[in-house]
């Protein structure tokens, strides 16, 4: 039998993904360690081959696997433990997009499971910076279906008809499978997603990869992904300081804000799955009963089920809080 250290709260070593699309906001603005043209920055992930690996602590440098494995419903909560076993379901980054993002869709997790034995991937959106002109592109602008969507394509008017949304600092989107969307240039942004790397791109800017080759497109598996129905994507909340604000809730996944001027003690009772805290601005000091750990602009922190409660010692702060409910 393996003795197993106390469960604390976990940070976990970022994974760098450079993209032909990447910028500098990831260092800049979120004091990450990393170069020119990084895109994306898995800041917990199961994902095969990119396992999320502990930063700190007494379990410093074992995996997420591994930890799923010896520390169970301890880790994610029996409800989640029992529908999951040892996959972590969710993906959590942020994105800086220099360039424009490919045009894309997700499939559902039906389609997903059937195709690729994958999750579907649905995703939250939290926009930290957005220059001037940034915007998103979400559905589309006009009534569409599966014939005159083809015509588009083939007739290389796809961008007429999709909808550009202009965004500022602090708003969130939900992207549901089946949402044409993209991430406009000039956007750093929060994502919370289901563990899948699912993406079907349909259109990417006539633009050569990082290799100096056109990416592939998915026009055939996009075509069945692809829900033609108009959606409405943007969320609309009421900041308020020291408590937590809810953002948005999917079926896999529900988001607080909590922004905070002051100490602050966070009862997890209520909440049956493991939190996970990305840190939007300032630093806070989390602490539980035996262990302490300071938070900063950029970093993300996972907090155990099992743990009921965590204080926040700061007087500026505020966090993306996910949970499974």
Known sequence: MITVSPLYPLKFIPIFKPKVWGGTKLHQLLKKNTNENVGESWEISGIEDNVSEILNGPLKKKSLNWLLENYKEKLVGEKVYKNFGNQFPLLFKFIDARENLSVQVHPDDFLAKTRHNSFGKTELWYIID??????LILGFNEKMDQKKYLKTLSENRILDVLNSESI????????????IHAIGAGVLLAEIQQTSDITYRIYDWDRPDTNGKMRQLHTDLALDA????QQKSRLVYV???NKPVHIGTTDFFSVNKLTLSKDYVRDLEEISSFTVYMCLEGTAILETDDFSEEIKKGETILIPAQLPEIKFTTNSASFLEVYIP
């Open 130 to 135: 957005a220059e001037e002109d940034g915007e």
């Open 168 to 179: 500022k600092n602090g708003e969130a989107f939900i992207i549901k499978p089946g949402t």
């Open 226 to 229: 692809i829900d033609f129905k």
């Open 239 to 241: 900041e308020e300081k």
